[in-house]
């Protein structure tokens, strides 16, 4: 049976470029709040943020099975998007997107004005980001997301396979959109400055998995391995993880990906690449590789997938050469410096679980990929839901996530389409 909580194999590069950080302590004993929280990441700390705002006496705890960083909200490609992910340019669904963008682009800025508060550098850049693609596969999809763009009334700059060498230092793909809508991050080192930023008064327990939930006697009952927490609010912020305590079973699943991030790379190598020095690529097909050249001079790939258990060894480590190595052909040879997973919750829509799953019980999960600055909106939205304060109608703009199938026909559903979409998409892996 899986863990109710991330356990992963190898150690997080982006946390492992960073100074050494003393965590908080672990829960140690039995403790009442006024709301528990689990899962110390952009969903989790925007709710904790957003509740104590609004019930400035209340009693708030955030738990996390791991450390600042460490755990998923800082195992991701670094992509901040200010733009809803939707690729729908259907005139009827124009002014929902409007909203939508509206409200990310509200949450990034409260995003960037708590690294600001932090006082210390951080690696957030609005450096926008590339859609890349090679094949006629991701050529139709490019397309698509070139009329998503100009329905909302977005920006955005073509690109050919010149000019994308020109900028990228690379001719694999034969067009691309730049959209400047998009920061770009260190993500372990955002995590870290928006714990900073937490109320004093909210409680933060890292290195304290939850091991089960369950309600009675009117209140929410938190395990952990050394105590235990009780409340009359839960909320679940921790996205594919949520499904592991008992909690939307049916309509999410797991995905783990995976990356891998250079050395620095040689100031001959670096000339090379183009004369953008700190650019993102996302795929065109979902799943294609996402690469990122950071500023302080690696490059990193993100790829691969499985479903619902993470796998190491030497045969990922060259599947994510491959990649990079295809891409780049200056780079053959060149290893990585670290390479780690991390979980994805994926709902079979694309659309989250969100809102009061049960009383007292809240969640937010299934970002499928795109839990950063959406993730921090759906978070503070909570908090105002679960406190009895209007909020928008999640469901009509963002969707809510359909059934899946049971087990074993969702794990073999999902190798049957992969592959089948694989090999639509070779061109683009």
């Not at 050249?293 to 993470?310: I, N």
């Amino acid at each position: 049976m899986s863990k109710p909580y991330p356990d992963y194999q190898l150690a997080c590069g982006w946390n492992a470029l960073l100074p050494e950080r003393k965590p908080q302590p672990s829960l140690l004993g039995e403790h009442p709040a006024d709301v528990i929280i689990i899962g110390a990441g952009w969903t989790g700390l925007a709710c904790a943020r957003r509740w104590q705002e609004l019930a400035p006496d209340a009693r708030v705890v955030v738990i996390d099975a791991s450390e600042i960083g460490e755990g998923n909200p800082g195992r991701n490609s670094g992509f901040l998007l200010e733009v809803a992910l939707a690729e729908d340019a259907d005139p009827a669904n124009i002014s929902r997107m409007h909203e939508c963008n509206r409200m990310i682009q509200e949450a990034m800025q409260s995003i960037a004005a708590d690294v600001k508060a932090y006082g210390h550098p951080v690696d957030l850049e609005r450096a926008g980001t590339y859609r890349a693609a090679v094949g006629p596969v991701g050529l139709k999809s490019l397309h698509n997301y070139k009329a998503f763009l100009e329905g909302a009334d977005l920006p955005f700059r073509q690109l050919d396979r010149a000019e994308l060498k020109l900028e990228l230092g690379t001719e694999f793909y034969s067009a691309g959109l730049y959209s400047p809508h998009c920061y770009l991050a260190q993500p372990a080192q955002v995590m870290r400055a928006l714990v900073s930023h937490l109320p004093g008064s909210v409680q933060l327990y890292e290195n304290t998995p939850a091991l089960s939930i369950k309600r009675a006697a009117g209140k929410w009952q938190v395990r952990t391995p050394n105590g235990g927490l009780h409340s009359p609010h839960l909320v679940l912020a921790n996205n594919a993880f949520t499904r592991n305590l008992g909690v939307a079973r049916s309509r999410l699943a797991t995905v783990y990906t995976y990356a891998g991030l250079t050395a620095r790379l040689s100031d001959k190598v670096l000339d090379s690449l183009g004369s953008n020095h700190n650019w993102g690529i996302l795929p065109t097909h979902r799943l294609g590789s996402t690469l990122r050249r950071t500023a302080d001079g690696r490059l990193l790939v993100r790829s691969v997938h499985d479903y619902g258990r993470e796998r190491g060894g030497d045969k990922l480590r060259l599947a994510l050469q491959d990649r990079l190595w295809r891409r780049f052909p200056q780079l053959a040879g060149t290893g990585f410096e670290h390479m780690w997973g991390g979980a994805v919750g994926i709902t079979h829509n694309g659309a989250p679980v969100w809102g009061e799953i049960e009383p007292g019980l809240f969640a937010s999960s299934g970002c499928n990929g795109g839990g950063t600055v959406k993730g921090t909106l759906l978070g503070g939205l909570l908090a105002e839901l679960a406190l009895g304060h209007e909020v928008p109608d999640i469901a009509s703009l963002f969707g809510s996530a359909s059934w899946m199938p049971p087990e074993p026909f969702r794990g073999i559903g999902f190798h049957a389409v992969s592959q089948l979409e694989s090999w639509q998409g070779r061109q683009e892996l």
